[in-house]
């Protein structure tokens, strides 16, 4: 078995400010998880989020934003 490394990314929408958060989607399809951590803070500890969970935040997100329909 083996571990895939996170691959974390953060928005392009961010400004450096410091209020960011970063994700690693690449671990959703094996793990069936999202990590989430603090830009500020990367050797800190991590959100493991449930994939499915994070894609209907995604989905809610994109709607609220855009007025569209999931």
């Given at each position: 078995?083996?571990?895939?490394?996170?691959?974390?990314?953060?928005?392009?929408?961010?400004?450096?400010?410091?209020?960011?958060?970063?994700?690693?989607?690449?671990?959703?399809?094996?793990?069936?998880?999202?990590?989430?951590?603090?830009?500020?803070?990367?050797?800190?500890?991590?959100l493991?989020?449930?994939a499915a969970s994070?894609?209907?935040?995604?989905?809610?997100?994109?709607?609220?934003?855009?007025?569209?329909?999931?």
């Open positions: 078995m083996t571990t895939e490394t996170p691959h974390w990314l953060k928005s392009s929408y961010s400004d450096n400010g410091g209020a960011c958060i970063e994700v690693a989607t690449n671990l959703a399809t094996a793990n069936g998880v999202v990590p989430i951590r603090d830009s500020k803070n990367p050797s800190g500890p991590a493991n989020i449930p994070f894609a209907a935040f995604i989905t809610s997100v994109k709607v609220e934003a855009f007025g569209g329909t999931p």
